[in-house]
């Protein structure tokens, strides 16, 4: 069962035309082929998202709108920017405690972008396939989106090509997974975790904490809430 955390909104319009920007992170060689393919319907989705919103919404700002912006109208200036795919970890496995957090991480085949207006990260979108084709299902997670975009600036690399977004839904939980040089991986616990596992922000000196200080609070909240969910 998925958690929903970050009251996200369906998106249902489609039009394509308008030109937005990308930057493509997070993302390696092996999924370029199917990154390229979500980042064109991120652009195209986001296109008619903004034009919908601007002819039928302007000036004015729906409550819950799912974008961190104050007027319809800043839509004008918003470019899909990062992108990159959720990994997930078994709740079975996690119990089980058959591995540790890199090694029992999957991909989910949902990727989410960055939204920037003028260099400010205001949301997602989220992208899955259906049918074989690439949709945008939600825009929102702006808290998340700014706190990801400032700790991937931390601890990413020059491509973010080190770093792996994790989502473990049934602990509410988000982690920034970070590989150093060495090919060990420590994780940056992002604001749902931290106040799903009561967690400090900073583990060490540079922020980050190991996978086995995680893994018995990971494992506390996902037993709590399979419980209260049976």
Known sequence: MRINFD????NKTRLTGIVVGLAL???STPLLAQSK?????????????????????SGT???GFPLAISDVQDLKDARIGHGFQIYTVDPKELLAGR?????MARP????????????????LATLEQINGKWETVAYGGAVLAQ?????????????RSNIRFIRIYQAQSDLLEVNNKEGGSRFAPLYSARQSLLLQRSGKDDGLLDGSELLGPLQAA????MDANN
Do not use: C, M
């Open 7 to 10: 009251h996200t909104v369906p």
């Open 25 to 27: 992170a997070f993302s």
């Open 37 to 57: 393919a979500s980042i064109s319907a991120a652009e195209r989705d986001l296109a008619a998202y903004v034009q919908h919103n601007i002819q039928h919404k």
């Open 61 to 63: 700002l729906p409550d």
């Open 99 to 103: 591995g540790d957090i890199h090694s």
């Open 108 to 123: 989910t085949g949902i990727w989410r972008f960055l939204i920037n207006i003028n260099e400010r990260v205001v949301g």
């Open 147 to 159: 706190d990801l975009e400032t700790s991937a600036g931390i601890y990413g690399n020059a491509d």
């Open 222 to 225: 996902v037993k709590k809430n």
